[in-house]
């Protein structure tokens, strides 16, 4: 239906240069803009569903049309993952599946599932007693289909493509229902598979404004994170040796990004803070980034000397005990990060380990120390470094060796 809007107002405020030039927003104004209309003016409202039932019917024009906002945005998508560090194989949206729907529809009528309403809608009864909470309606009035209906025929199309062992939907708590309903009616069809549906929720991030407004695109805040990094760095008398200094602050402000995300349970819901994004001290990526760096700076000042002449029974004091024993704990975080889907458990690790980093860089020196204790912590670090680059890595961050 949200696509009927959209087509419907593209034709009435639309404008092909601003669609070609920024397609994102360009649709995002169309989209505001034609909501307004249509709460006020009930022939926008038709008309926008009307664009909805030709989609549903096939009509090339409206189809074409479709065709041409999806590509556009995804070109889009593809270019603003990038840089994330994302790649998809595949877009594959629930919408999709339009004509396979009317096949679910058929086959939830063989198997006894559908029921026709008063109103002359489609519903299926989950509870199988007629409690009216558990029924879910897969077509409207009209005969159309709804997102229920079509994310049942890309299940269902998905399980024949890929014979999945476990397939995982990742979108905001808000659709928690929708796909509980999904799940009970892909068993209630009979496809045992339906248990291997996972769904992980996620929450929203409050107070995230940038100079556009209350609506953030991710690309400005990706911006904005990259040219207040650059500026901080600037201040920083290191930064004049970086090579590429706006590769380094896009990576270094992408940790910050990702940590702050990452920190709680997906499903809280957070309040966004542009300056605890940025502090270089405390639970922050910034944190993470200066510490890979100031580890890998410790090698190449050390390096070559020490690393073949070292022994770990040196490696006594309680600074590099703790360290030893947080080291030991990494599968065990993985394991428990693979179990439930949340990123936290690997950042909470990640960030401990980089302050027990902190204090043994203070007291355990490698100069004038012996040179098999100094071997001895320059191994050491060099562990903290290589556990600390994997797991950023696995968190979508790309280690930076100077900052």
């Known amino acids: 239906m949200q696509f009927g809007l959209l087509g419907t107002g593209f034709q009435l405020f ?35 569903h009307d664009f909805f039932q ?17 590509d556009l945005s995804v070109e889009e998508y593809i270019r603003i993952y990038k840089r994330l560090g994302v790649h998809f194989d ?9 004509e ?3 096949e679910v529809l058929k086959l939830l009528d063989s198997k006894g599932l559908l029921q026709k309403t008063i109103k002359g809608t489609a519903v299926v009864d989950l509870s199988g007693n007629g409690d009216p909470s558990s029924v879910c309606t897969v077509m409207r009035s009209d005969g159309t289909s709804l997102y229920a209906t079509r994310d049942l025929a890309a299940a269902i199309d998905r399980m024949d493509k890929y014979n999945f062992d476990t397939m995982i939907y990742v979108t905001d708590k808000g ?56 500026q901080n760095m600037a201040s920083i008398k290191t930064t004049k040796e970086l090579e ?24 809280s819901d957070y309040q966004f803070s542009w300056d605890r ?51 030991l704990r990494f599968d065990e975080v993985l394991y428990r990060s693979s179990q439930d889907l949340q990123p936290r458990h690997i950042v909470s690790y990640l960030l401990t380990l980089s302050h027990l980093a902190a204090v ?30 994997n797991g950023m890595k696995l968190l979508g961050i790309t280690p930076v060796c100077r900052m």
Request: glycine share 6%.
């Open 14 to 48: 639309g404008y092909e240069e601003k669609l070609q030039s920024n397609p994102l927003q360009h649709l995002f104004e169309v989209y505001v803009q034609v909501n307004k209309e249509a709460a006020e003016d009930k022939s926008v409202a038709k008309s926008a």
């Open 54 to 70: 030709r989609l549903e019917l096939g009509d090339m024009q409206a189809l074409a049309l479709w065709q041409k906002f999806r």
């Open 90 to 98: 595949e877009y594959s949206g629930e919408s999709f599946y339009r």
């Open 100 to 102: 396979k729907s009317q």
């Open 175 to 230: 659709q928690k229902r929708h796909f509980q309903q999904v799940f009970q009616m892909l068993q209630i069809m009979g496809y045992d598979w339906a248990k291997r549906c996972q769904h992980v929720p996620f929450g929203v991030v409050q107070g995230m404004r940038t100079r556009r407004g209350d609506v953030t695109f991710l690309e400005d805040v990706l911006n904005e994170i990259r040219l207040r990094m650059l």
């Open 244 to 267: 590429n200094p706006q590769e380094t602050a896009e990576r270094v402000g992408l940790a910050a990004l990702i940590i702050q995300d990452f920190r709680g349970s997906l499903l």
């Open 277 to 327: 994004v940025f502090q270089s001290r405390g639970d922050t990526g910034v944190f993470l980034q200066y510490t890979h760096a100031r580890l890998h700076s410790l090698e190449e000042t050390f390096g070559c000397g020490y690393l073949d002449d070292y022994n770990t029974a040196c490696l006594q004091e309680p600074q590099s005990v703790s360290i030893l024993q947080h080291l």
């Open 360 to 389: 043994a860089h203070r007291t355990l020196p490698i100069k004038q120390s012996p040179p098999e204790v100094a071997g001895a912590r320059l191994h050491l670090f060099r562990a903290v470094r290589s556990v600390l680059a």
